[in-house]
């Protein structure tokens, strides 16, 4: 079984951390079920295992929290659906690789069901949306945002953290870093791109989408 849970309001960090360290360590122990957890946290940066203290260009705009998962600086804040996937990784082959196609796999679903084509880049994580509306990059190319970010951790072959999805953040907060060290491209939502999508339309595509990439009996 796969639990389900949506926090109302904006949560805060720290508290999340605390939870998801938690209920990893009880679903490695067999004690609790597997758990997606949707929240929303009020604005603010984390930094990755990878992080590079150069593409924190605004130290001083939103509080910063140094976190264990995989990747460099991301932005959380309202209007962005941040999705915990406390998984058994161990129980669902052991291949940290395939998971996070997984992961990525699941984004790209839940997106193709706003007719939102979301792509991965080879040396670019997360999820990404192609903008013809927007001019040609300086080589000639059409331009990309990404919409939804990916980093996870692994203990004892459980994980935690995970994805965020783009919904309808003020966009500019992004600005104080340099997303996941990319440079040179762009960040989108989902009511950026046109869509009047709430939180809770978002949620519902994530629920229905889920048993379609990662089957909970496997």
């Not at 309202?78 to 996937?85: A, D, E, I, L, N």
């Not at 059409?142 to 692994?154: F, S, W, Y």
């Not at 203990?155 to 500019?172: A, M, Q, T």
């Not at 709430?198 to 949620?203: A, E, G, P, V």
Request: hydrophobic letters at 40%; one cysteine or more; charged letters at 25%.
């Amino acid at each position: 079984m796969v639990e389900w849970i949506i926090s109302d309001g904006l949560t805060d960090f720290r508290t999340a951390e605390a939870w998801m360290e938690e209920r990893a360590t009880q679903i490695a122990a067999d004690t609790a079920d597997e758990c997606i957890w949707l929240v929303e946290h009020p604005a603010l940066y984390t930094a990755g295992t990878s992080a590079k203290i150069d593409d924190l260009t605004d130290p001083d705009r939103f509080p910063v929290y140094d976190t264990r998962r995989g990747g460099q600086y991301t932005y959380h804040g309202p209007g962005q659906r941040v999705v915990y996937v406390m998984l058994d990784v161990g129980k669902r082959g052991r291949d940290v690789r395939r998971f996070v196609q997984d992961l990525e796999a699941w984004v790209i679903a839940t997106l193709d069901s706003f007719n939102v084509t979301g792509e991965i880049r080879e040396g670019r994580v997360g999820v990404w949306v192609e903008r013809p509306d927007k001019p040609l990059t300086a080589i000639g190319n059409t331009a990309e945002d990404k919409i939804a970010a990916i980093g996870i951790r692994l203990r004892k072959w459980i994980s935690f953290h995970g994805i965020s999805i783009n919904v309808d953040p003020d966009l500019s907060h992004f600005d104080g870093i340099v997303p996941c060290g990319i440079s040179g491209h762009g960040v989108t939502s989902l009511v950026d791109l046109g869509l009047p999508v709430t939180m809770d339309t978002l949620d519902v595509a994530l629920r229905a989408t889920f048993d379609k990439i990662f089957d909970p009996q496997r």
